[in-house]
């Protein structure tokens, strides 16, 4: 059985920074690419990033320059450091294994 567990939301104000976490378990994760959604109240689900077996990472653009995305295939995690959280960064984030698997979702709200 597929699990992708997400971890590490909560409230920050502008500016700041916070880590997300998908721990997988039920997959060879080393042979998944992953990514990380996002959906914002009223809007629909968008890719975040995404990064392949070999590490190639891929960004949308609104947040290039200020999130990455990184794995740990000993630990079946990958990761989202997120910096310069902007109020519009406020969304559930879903982490996904491409193969029809999703997490249940970290809530990130961005607000003073």
């Known amino acids: 059985q597929v699990q992708l567990v997400e971890s590490g939301g909560g409230l920050v104000q502008p500016g700041r920074s916070l880590r997300l976490s998908c721990a997988a378990s039920g997959i060879i994760f080393s042979t998944n690419p992953m990514g990380w959604y996002r959906q914002a109240p009223g809007k629909e689900r968008e890719l975040v990033a995404s990064i392949t077996i070999v590490g190639r990472t891929n960004y949308a653009d609104s947040v290039k320059g200020r999130f990455a995305i990184s794995r740990d295939n000993a630990k079946n995690t990958v990761y989202l450091q997120m910096n310069g959280l902007k109020p519009e960064d406020t969304a559930v984030y879903y982490c996904?294994?491409?193969?029809?698997?999703w997490g249940k979702g970290t809530l990130v709200t961005v607000s003073s």
């Open positions: 996904t294994d491409f193969g029809g698997h």
